[in-house]
């Protein structure tokens, strides 16, 4: 429940409703982002649109993203995206074991070699942003990651950051 009025997948129409379909359709469930949104539909299709984005995404690869987006609701403690992206990893074949692994230690990833790269930049980046060298970026141009390969995927992280902390603000559980 949050503290603002927001409009819930059953009472959409027009527009929303279309956008909450096709997550529903595609995913089985509504991003909880999304639904929290909803009290401003403007900041809401463009949060969709970055969603759909993500989705669609030539180079960042789904398992990637979906780390990604995990260890970023543990790092910031972001609870309504915290299940959401359990459910995410689930849907990338993974169990319980191998989520509470990643948890606490997002080392273990299982990636490929190249993914698993970006994937610590990205840790680094977010748990210490002011320890980020011009070093680290070589290394991911080096793996043939290009420079907007290298921010998308810290978007992927910022995407997750703020509304997971409206929701925090709001009450949304």
């Known amino acids: ?14 527009g929303m409703k279309r956008v909450y379909d096709s997550f529903s ?22 949060l969709a ?3 759909v984005y993500y989705n ?19 790092i910031f403690d972001l609870g309504s995206c915290l299940r959401f992206s359990e459910k995410t990893l689930r849907l990338q074949g993974m169990d319980d074991d191998q989520i509470e692994r990643l948890r606490v230690d ?18 680094k980046s977010l748990k210490e942003p002011e320890s ?23 978007n992927v992280a910022a995407v997750m950051i703020g509304p997971g902390l409206v929701m925090k603000a709001l009450k949304v559980v």
């Open 49 to 51: 649109s970055c969603l």
């Open 25 to 46: 359709n595609a995913i089985g469930m509504v991003p909880p982002p999304l639904v929290t949104s909803s009290t401003s539909p403007v900041l809401q299709a463009l």
């Open 132 to 154: 980020v060298k011009a070093e680290d970026i070589r290394k991911l141009q080096e793996e043939q990651w290009t420079d907007s390969d290298i921010f998308d995927a810290l």
């Open 106 to 123: 997002p080392g273990s990833a299982d990636l490929k070699t190249r993914d698993k790269l970006l994937f610590d930049f990205i840790i």
């Open 1 to 14: 429940m949050s503290l603002l009025k927001t409009i819930p997948p059953e009472e959409a129409a027009g």
């Open 56 to 74: 669609e995404h030539r180079t960042l690869s789904q398992r990637l993203i979906a780390y990604i987006r995990f260890t970023t609701s543990v």
